[in-house]
């Protein structure tokens, strides 16, 4: 079952982890357009870019789990997700200033 588990399972788990927060990314875009008020774009764009950030992260964390010799997809994965966190930081400040 470890070996089961090794190969199948624990891709999945990692690749969790930045979808989760994209996910949530997503959930704050569609809370900020329900008060009958539109949201403003750049907040409305830069919540989108990091759920794509994140996803494109889940992926490529997921494949390098996989496939663990490919390196290319290990920085992809970090970068993305430091991409991801700089525009939730950008999302939360911009929420303050509007």
Known sequence: ?????EKFIK???NASYPGTLAALSLTVLQITG???EQAPFVLK??????????LFSAFSIFFYSVYP???KL???AAVMFLV???CLVTSVLLL???
């Open 69 to 71: 010799t490919r390196k």
């Open 34 to 36: 329900l008060h009958g």
């Open 1 to 5: 079952m470890e070996e089961f588990e």
């Open 45 to 54: 764009f830069t919540l989108l870019v990091g759920a794509a950030a994140f």
């Open 11 to 13: 891709p999945i788990i």
């Open 74 to 76: 290990w920085t992809t």
């Open 96 to 98: 303050f200033v509007v």
């Open 84 to 86: 991801g966190l700089f």
